[in-house]
């Protein structure tokens, strides 16, 4: 599977309730547009440790991580990490990573958005132009 970068937003989900139930106003939101990798071969969404603390993303717990070179590590997951990606959005847990600049966008986002990846153009396009279809059954 190819991998290629693409910038899109996080926001700190917990803000954006925060907004919903009219505590906040809408301005004072943490959110940051930043750089990922696109990796269908990955799971999960993983996030630089410098986004997670300037979001105020809260710390759930370590888990156990397998790196592609197959290195094994725990890692600290936060939660409520909101995703804004070609116009479709959702909220995620994301593994933190101390060392990345960027993030991972891995096939669990890939599949909640229902965003197709096309490798030979390094894109990302949605599998339908009217917004996310889920297959049920």
Request: hydrophobic share 40%; with cysteine; net charge positive.
């Amino acid at each position: 599977m190819g991998k290629f970068r693409i910038e899109f937003q996080v926001v700190n989900n917990g803000d954006l309730e925060m907004v919903h139930r009219g505590l906040m106003p809408p301005d004072k939101v943490r959110r940051q547009t930043i750089a990922g990798v696109v990796d269908p071969g990955a799971a999960m969404l993983v996030l630089p440790q410098s986004v997670v603390k300037r979001l105020g993303l809260r710390l759930k717990g370590k888990t156990r991580v397998r790196y592609a070179d197959h290195r094994s590590s725990e890692r600290w997951e936060a939660e409520g990490a909101h995703v804004e990606l070609l116009g479709r959005s959702d909220t995620f847990s994301a593994i933190v990573e101390p060392r990345r600049n960027t993030a991972l966008i891995g096939a669990i986002v890939l599949e909640a958005l229902d965003l197709l990846v096309d490798c030979r153009r390094q894109r990302l396009v949605p599998r339908d132009a009217r917004g996310p279809v889920f297959e049920i059954e």
